[in-house]
C-alpha cells in the first residue's frame, strides 16, 4: 500500500513562518504530483500548491509570493514553507500525492494524508 503522511504544523503568530512535510511510503515507483490543499472552518477544500514533475510550480494567488513547493524525489517527500503567515492562512493542510506504483504494473495511485493543522493567530 502507499501511505503519506503530512507534519510540521503548529500555532504561530502573523507573520511567522512554517514548513510543512509530506512523505509518502509504500511501493513506489515515481511521484508525478504533489498538490498541497487546505479547509480552513466552515470553508470548502481549497486548493494551494502544485508541483507536477518537470512543470514549474504553480500557487493559488492567495498564497502566491509567500508559499514555496518543494519536492525531494528521493526520499518521496514534498514540502510547503510558509512565509508571511496570516491569520485567513488558518486551516487544516493536507498533501496529495499521485504517482505509480512498482508492482510490475505500474498501476496509479492517488492517496491523501490525515492532514496538519496550522494556527496562525496572535
Known amino acids: 500500500q502507499v501511505q503519506l503522511v503530512e507534519s510540521g504544523g503548529g500555532l504561530v503568530q502573523p507573520g511567522e513562518s512554517l514548513r510543512l512535510s509530506c512523505v509518502v511510503s509504500g511501493n513506489i515507483l515515481s511521484i508525478t504530483t504533489f498538490t498541497w490543499y487546505r479547509q480552513a472552518p466552515k470553508k470548502e477544500r481549497e486548493w494551494v500548491a502544485k508541483?507536477?514533475?518537470?512543470?514549474?510550480?504553480n500557487y493559488s494567488g492567495s498564497v502566491q509570493g509567500r508559499f514555496t513547493i518543494s519536492r525531494d524525489n528521493a526520499k518521496n517527500t514534498a514540502y510547503l514553507q510558509m512565509n508571511s503567515l496570516k491569520p485567513e492562512d488558518t486551516a487544516i493542510y493536507y498533501c496529495?500525492?499521485?504517482?505509480?506504483?512498482?508492482?510490475?504494473?505500474?498501476?496509479?495511485?492517488?492517496?491523501w494524508g490525515q492532514g496538519t493543522l496550522v494556527t496562525v493567530s496572535s
Open positions: 496529495n500525492a499521485q504517482g505509480f506504483r512498482r508492482d510490475g504494473t505500474f498501476s496509479p495511485f492517488d492517496v
Open positions: 508541483f507536477t514533475s518537470g512543470v514549474t510550480p
